[in-house]
């Protein structure tokens, strides 16, 4: 037996609001990042000696996108409302929102690099607290 659909929205007003939803994601540059997120999940890859022959392009030639956008849109429907969404668009449709959505792909690799060697520095930060609690120094 299957279980009945979840009440909601009616349909046109879901397809209304999906489509919204697309449009702002296509304005943020959703996809590019998408695309930049599967490229650094490629360069993770590369890096692991463990994985077997032939992983790393299986993975690559089945990437897309698209199917992130997919997973994307309903989790946008579920924390935005109608205003939200429409003000945001407007931003992201102006000439500053356009901006900013050229500088995202900059600004979230830059990003990466410094979360990472902050990481690593923390990392290290920790392990040297380790040692000297151990000593008893600290």
């Known amino acids: 037996v299957k279980a ?15 489509g919204r939803v697309r449009l702002l994601l296509h304005l943020t540059g959703a996809g590019a990042l998408g695309k930049q997120i599967i490229d650094s999940m490629m360069d993770n890859f590369n890096r692991q000696g463990n994985l077997p022959p032939g992983f790393v392009d299986k993975f690559k030639e089945r990437a ?45 690799r ?5 979360g990472q060697q902050w990481g690593m520095e923390l990392a290290q930060r920790a392990m040297r607290a380790l040692e000297e609690d151990a000593k008893g120094i600290g």
């Open 110 to 114: 830059e990003s990466t690099v410094a």
């Open 64 to 108: 897309e996108a698209v199917e992130l956008i997919e997973l994307l849109v309903p989790i946008y429907m579920r924390h935005l409302d109608r205003a939200t969404l429409e003000s945001t668009i407007a931003f992201f449709a102006s000439a500053a929102g356009r901006n900013f959505s050229a500088a995202q792909p900059g600004i979230v």
């Open 4 to 18: 009945p659909a979840p009440q909601g929205p009616s349909t046109a007003l879901r397809a209304s609001a999906d």
